[in-house]
Every structure is written in C-alpha cells, then in structure tokens.
C-alpha cells in the first residue's frame, strides 16, 4: 500500500492514462467513483503505481507505467510466437521492439485477424482463461453450408478428441459463410469443430475479442488500446479479484 507522502498525484495519472482531463479526473474522485485498494479515493491522494490497485466505478485502472496494451490484425502465415526455428515470420516481429510484448492467446499459422499485444499477464490470464467467459468471434468460409443438423451440433457442443466443446454461437450468413463465436481457446478449435460437423474451413478470420472490434484495421497493422478499451476488456472478464501474492 502507498505512502501517503510518496507517489504520484491520483489525478495526474489517471489523465496521462486518457482517462480524461485533469479537471474530469479530479470530478470523478469528488464523486467517489475511484478507489484505491478497495477504499474511495479523495483528492489530491498519492498512489504507488507499482503495488496499488485503481478502479473506476469497478474497473480495474491499470497504472503501472510500463504497461502496454496494443491490437494486432494478424495476418495469415505468420506464427504467434516470439521466435521461430523454421525462421517464419513471428507476430512479436510485426511489433516495434521499444517494449516487449506476447501475445494474448494464440491465432495458428493460416488464421487471421484480431490478436492482442500486452505485457499485462493479469489482463492476458482473464482474457485466455475459460472460467472469465470471454467472447472471441470468427469469421469462417467453409466447404458447404452448415444444415440445421451441423449448427445444432456446434451450439449445443462438439466431441472432440480432447472432450467435447462448451457450445458455441453460430449464424449462417450466406451459403459457405458462417459467424462463430466461442469462449475457450483449445488449439485450432474453431477449425476442428467445422470439420468435425463436415465442413473444413477454408479461410478464418477472428473479428472481435469481447466488446473489441476494429475492421479498418489492415493486416499486418496493429495501435494502440485506448484507456476506454482497456477498461471494457476488463469488464467483459466479469468480477474483478486481485491476487496481491508475495
């Protein structure tokens, strides 16, 4: 926990992090909709960016200053990794190298789309993790036309050779066209649940990562989270419970 006489200003820092203006900042902690620790902040306080946890009506303010969060469009042919022995190219190769990054998750060799950057592992852990519940929606062509049959299997759930999946979203778009939305992240998942209902994907792409979505986003480019999509990522994970640890 901070000292009261060290740290940074509440407000200063909420505003650096485009939380809003100072001014916005300052009003937020007068309507005691900010806590530090649990408890409601008051203004003016001085926060320990390295060992004290901020919230905003809730919501986790990540405050450490070496955090970064940034959205990646993967494109197809690159390996979600941070170095590759056959020397392919590496999703940390597409990003600049002034901090280092993993990614969240994983996109396998042909998928494409949204892939999130960050060297926040408690972010990364709520994102990844089944039991938070995070939506991740793909764009699938596949061989065929799913019937009624083989979208009733996908939404009630698919026998897979490690266990059947928990069921999924599906609409059908268009004939060879469907939108899938999952919240686990097995190992080419999405693929093997297509093929196991008769229908292999021929192309695949992620769209959205719970309420994050960017389809101006060119493959191969990638920016950085705002604060606002930070926070909204942290909600979708649901509770919110700090591991203080050693």
């Known amino acids: 926990m901070s000292n009261p006489q060290e740290g940074e200003r509440l407000q200063k820092i909420l505003a650096r992090l485009g939380v809003g203006s100072r001014r916005v900042c300052e009003d937020l902690i007068r309507d005691g909709r900010i806590t530090v620790n649990g408890e409601e902040a008051s203004l003016g306080?001085?926060?320990?960016?390295?060992?004290?946890h901020v919230e905003i009506d809730g919501s986790p303010v990540p405050v450490r200053p070496d955090l970064v969060h940034r959205l990646l469009h993967k494109p197809a042919k690159v390996v979600c990794t941070s170095d590759d022995p056959q020397g392919r190219t590496t999703v940390v190769g597409l990003m600049p190298d002034d901090v280092r990054v993993f990614p969240v998750g994983r996109l396998d060799y042909e998928t494409e789309g949204l892939l999130i950057m960050t060297n926040n592992g408690d972010l990364a852990h709520r994102?990844?993790?089944?039991?938070?519940?995070?939506?991740?929606?793909?764009?699938?062509?596949?061989?065929?036309?799913?019937?009624r049959g083989a979208v009733k299997a996908l939404r009630?759930?698919?026998?897979?050779?490690?266990?059947?999946?928990?069921?999924?979203?599906?609409?059908?778009?268009?004939?060879?066209?469907v939108r899938l939305v999952i919240h686990e992240?097995?190992?080419?998942?999405?693929?093997?649940?297509?093929?196991?209902?008769?229908?292999?994907?021929?192309?695949?792409?992620r769209t959205r990562i719970g309420p994050i979505s960017d389809p101006g986003l060119a493959a191969g480019s990638w920016r950085e989270l705002s604060h606002a999509e930070v926070t909204d990522l942290y909600r979708s994970s649901g509770e919110i419970r700090y591991d203080h640890g050693p």
């Not at 938070?132 to 065929?144: N, T």
């Not at 009630?156 to 066209?177: F, H, M, R, W, Y």
């Not at 992240?185 to 792409?205: D, F, S, T, Y």
């Open 156 to 177: 009630e759930g698919v026998e897979l050779e490690d266990g059947i999946t928990a069921p999924a979203k599906i609409s059908v778009l268009q004939d060879g066209l």
């Open 185 to 205: 992240g097995r190992n080419r998942q999405v693929r093997r649940m297509c093929e196991a209902v008769g229908h292999p994907v021929l192309r695949l792409v």
């Open 127 to 147: 994102l990844t993790h089944p039991s938070f519940g995070v939506d991740k929606e793909y764009l699938a062509h596949v061989d065929g036309t799913p019937d």
């Open 45 to 52: 306080q001085r926060v320990d960016v390295d060992n004290d």
